[in-house]
């Protein structure tokens, strides 16, 4: 479904100095139906990465396909929350969760019964009339995740999105890990998790304690 292939991605700087190398060479392939974490050092390009391939900047050599299409630009296939939270002050949990599919022409009627289920399943019941500073972090997170969710994309990028929640909702386990460099990023290992489903969610398990110490092990000599 998503090909990268040859990213390159630098940004220039305000002050004359050196340009600042984000990304270098980067290739991999995302399946259909495959759930892919990357992880790597602070500032080794994920987000810019994430960004690239929302369609939201443009890479400076190489392409990403989505389907055999290259990326140009956002599309309504792809989906993406972002590390703070990117509520509208002005709207409540409710209009922003349904706020994709008014754009996309969706009648009211519907819009809010996809947002409501949506609020219930991120465990906002409730709050559907509260506005953002009424909320924690972790709340206002769960919105934008929500918000995602509500316009079915075939693709839901996330950048580090349950930063700001607890632990407890933080304890999801992944189908794959790709491990990036230092700045500027690269792939330098694959990691197949061999977890079997239905999955528990158990993170100190005899399958998932040393795929852990693995991951540490390899951060740690990036």
């Keep these: 479904m998503i090909a990268v292939r040859g990213i390159r991605k630098t940004f220039a700087t305000e002050n004359g100095a050196a340009a600042t190398p984000a990304l270098d060479d980067l290739a991999f392939d995302v399946a259909p139906r495959e759930f892919v974490c990357i992880v790597g050092p602070s500032g080794c390009g994920k987000t810019t990465l994430l960004r690239i391939l929302a369609g939201l900047i443009g890479p400076d050599a190489g392409e990403v396909l989505v389907n055999g299409t290259r990326v140009t630009g956002p599309g309504p296939e792809r989906a993406i929350v972002f590390q703070q939270p990117t509520l509208l002050p002005w709207a409540n949990v409710l209009t922003s969760v349904a706020f994709g599919l008014q754009l996309r022409g969706v009648s009211t009627a519907e819009r809010e019964e996809i947002a409501r289920g949506l609020i219930k399943t991120v ?33 839901l990028l996330m950048d580090e999105p349950f930063a700001a929640v607890d632990a407890q909702t933080r304890r999801l386990l992944q189908d794959q890990l790709l491990v990036m460099s230092q700045r500027p990023g690269r792939i330098v290992e694959s990691v197949t998790v061999s977890v079997p489903r239905p999955r528990s969610g158990d993170l100190e398990s005899d399958v998932v304690m040393p795929l852990k110490a693995h991951l540490w092990r390899r951060l740690q000599t990036l």
Excluded: K
């Design 123 to 155: 465990g906002l019941e409730g709050f559907e009339e509260h506005f953002p500073r009424q909320l924690s972090g972790g709340m206002q997170q769960r919105v934008g995740l929500a918000r995602a969710l509500a316009v079915n994309p075939s693709i």
